[in-house]
């Protein structure tokens, strides 16, 4: 009977914990789920995308040599939303979760330059060829499906940076940073 009463109040316990997990309200929000169950709705930021080139394109012969690549870039050097190293856990709001969540989003780990986070995306060249990045996801995760329309995310040992997860829109993507 003690055995009983004990292994009720440790799951009643555990499903309390799992109800204060707040959801997010609308589809491509994602939350953190912080350590006390409680969840941060992760800011949205816009995104735009540029090209920079090497400059050795108005120089004769060499000009043939250049390189142009192009960036996603976040203005401002960190998101507002910092997190400690290590697990991550999120949720992330999708309408249906019937479909392969990496081919619907992804998670990117930025570069911080001139005061901006930046995501190389491709490099274009017309010697040498060019070179597109098609994953928008450089970050390995673990995701399982999370109530009828979400997924749960985590990221282990994730390291000290900038971060975001990209929903189908660069011009909106969900930031965080670690560290």
């Known amino acids: 009977m003690k055995k009983l009463f004990v292994t009720m109040v ?4 555990a499903v ?14 994602v939350v953190i789920v912080n350590s006390d169950s409680t969840t941060t709705v992760l800011e949205k930021e816009s995104g735009t995308i540029k090209a920079k080139g090497s400059g050795l394109g108005m120089i004769p012969v ?15 050097e960190s998101s507002k939303n910092i997190f400690p190293a290590g697990r991550l856990t999120f ?7 019937d479909k392969d969540p990496r081919n619907m989003f992804g998670v990117l780990k930025f570069e911080v330059k001139k005061k901006n986070r930046q995501y190389q995306m491709g490099e274009f060249g017309l010697i ?15 995701v399982t499906k ?18 975001a997860f990209y929903i189908g ?11």
């Open 128 to 142: 040498g060829g060019s070179k597109i990045n098609m994953d928008f996801s450089n970050v390995p995760f673990e």
């Open 16 to 29: 309390s914990s799992i109800a204060q997990v707040k959801m997010p309200d609308w589809f491509g929000q």
């Open 62 to 76: 060499v000009g043939v040599l250049e390189k142009t690549k192009s960036f996603l870039i976040i203005k401002g």
């Open 10 to 13: 440790v799951m009643m316990v």
């Open 146 to 163: 999370y109530n009828a329309d979400s997924y749960m995310v985590v990221i282990e040992n994730a390291e000290p940076g900038q971060y």
């Open 169 to 179: 829109d660069l011009s909106k993507i969900s930031t965080f940073g670690v560290k």
């Open 91 to 97: 949720i992330v709001k999708m309408g249906e979760n």
